[in-house]
């Protein structure tokens, strides 16, 4: 009995203290690539950025006549001293038909970016390969539906039962009700899809292993415990890189008007995107190569974990 005690402390030591040196073997993996994660990533934020920014320069291209007559239509009020508000509707329009192809882009390069660190967590040499590439990119979209049917479900439900209540208040009491906890779990047990396809597994297989990984005993509390972690530290390091950019407005604003256009409209607008796509490009830099190495060495570590078993007691091992 006193060594199954013994035996049984030293298990749970063990898994409390490989628990806690998640965090630095990541590192320790980041420095045994020596430089290669680091050129993976400048790679993957600059190919990105470039096509952010191409995105971006298409929106503000279809949309000049519409910044166009926002200006004409401005400069009339003004001489006539009335107010004007401008219509958004294309720009809203806009909004809305660049933000899919800015998320694919995202879902690419940190698909791109899980398997290179997934392959060094693994101590892998293979060469990436492009089935496995599109599988970890078929991942998000999968997990990004899986997690946001309830809620959308719930909110067009209210939409419809409920015509009298503002969309926001709809919105914010679905994301504080029992669809946003559901979505919050599902996004919990969902976590590790993306590292499993980069290990091989294909977008349904991944889903379903991280699923049954998450939720192992004493596995859900640790991947819990380190996606709050990674969401703190990029929501507090998109916060200060945005606040640290802001002075880009009174840079990019004046740039516009010298050497673009003298629209102002154009101008405010640029400066308005300039510090938001600096922050996330820098964000994405500084964060994501921890973020993802974590990940994938807890996912190993998980994976190779036995799962706990109740040893049996005196009378039946003396039967």
């Known amino acids: 009995m006193r060594t199954g005690r013994c035996g049984r402390d030293e298990s749970r030591g063990g898994r409390e ?155 914010l009491d679905v994301l504080t009700g029992p669809a946003g906890l559901v979505a919050l779990v599902l996004r919990l047990g969902l976590t590790f899809s993306p590292t499993a396809a980069a290990s091989g597994a294909g977008p349904l297989a991944a889903l379903r292993r991280s699923w049954r990984l998450v939720w192992r005993p004493g596995a859900w509390w640790r991947t819990l415990a380190v996606s709050v972690s990674a969401g703190i530290l990029t929501v507090g390091t998109f916060v200060l890189l945005f606040h640290a950019a802001g002075p880009l407005r009174r840079v990019i604003r004046p740039a516009v008007m010298a050497f673009g256009t003298d629209n102002p409209y154009v101008a405010y607008a640029a400066g308005l995107l300039a510090p938001v796509a600096a922050a996330l490009l820098l964000t994405a830099l500084l964060t994501l190569p921890v973020l993802h190495t974590t990940f994938a060495v807890l996912y190993e570590r998980l994976r190779q974990t036995p799962v706990a078993r109740e040893t049996p007691g005196p009378t039946a091992r003396g039967s």
């Open 17 to 171: 203290s490989e628990a806690s040196g998640v965090v630095p073997a990541a590192l320790r993996v980041i420095r045994a690539g020596r430089r290669v994660p680091l050129r993976w990533t400048l790679s993957v934020v600059g190919l990105a950025g470039l096509g952010g920014l191409s995105v971006t320069t298409t929106a503000f291209v279809i949309a000049r006549h519409a910044f166009a007559e926002m200006w004409r239509a401005g400069r009339e009020a003004h001489q006539q001293g009335d107010s004007y508000v401008p219509d958004t509707g294309l720009l809203l329009r806009l909004i809305a038909a660049g933000a899919p192809v800015l998320l694919a882009i995202s879902w690419l390069g940190c698909a791109a970016l899980q398997t290179a660190h997934a392959r060094a967590a693994t101590g892998k040499a293979e060469p990436t390969r492009w089935l496995r590439l599109g599988h970890v990119v078929a991942v998000y979209p999968l997990r990004c539906v899986i997690v946001c049917v309830v809620p959308a479900a719930t909110f067009w439900l209210g939409v419809h039962l409920r015509p009298d209540a503002g969309r926001r208040t709809l919105l």
